[in-house]
């Protein structure tokens, strides 16, 4: 079983960068896939970027060439971080782990880009 927690949202200036942290608790170390996805109201989750064990990232089409995913294996966290921000990247951000065919999500993390 894998819990995460996200934290590092808030109220962001457009121009501005954030850098959101995922906190697993329990062993993501055999991961298939880790990543990020963004929601809005209405809206299904959508990809920001997700990074399969083999090296191989994804990435959503709103942030490309914005965005970066890292982690720390040993403390089990995963960072994203998304410069210049535009209004339109507002939303929940919720982070997300692939691991023995079984998909695990935090409880998301509310991020504003003011214009």
């Known amino acids: 079983q894998v819990q995460l927690v996200e934290s590092g949202g808030g109220l962001v200036q457009a121009g501005g960068s954030l850098r959101l942290t995922c906190d697993a608790k329990?062993?993501?170390?055999?991961?298939?896939?880790m990543g990020w996805y963004r929601q809005t109201p209405g809206k299904p989750p959508e990809l920001v970027i997700v990074?399969?064990?083999?090296?191989?990232?994804t990435y959503g089409d709103a942030v490309k060439g914005r965005v970066a995913i890292s982690e720390d294996p040993a403390k089990g966290v995963q960072y994203l971080q998304i410069t210049d921000l535009k209004p339109e990247n507002t939303g929940v951000y919720y982070c997300?782990?692939?691991?023995?065919?079984?998909?695990?999500w935090g409880q998301g993390a509310q991020v504003t880009v003011s214009s």
């Open positions: 990074m399969t064990k083999d090296g191989r990232t």
């Open positions: 997300y782990v692939e691991k023995d065919g079984n998909e695990f």
């Open positions: 329990g062993s993501i170390s055999l991961a298939n896939a």
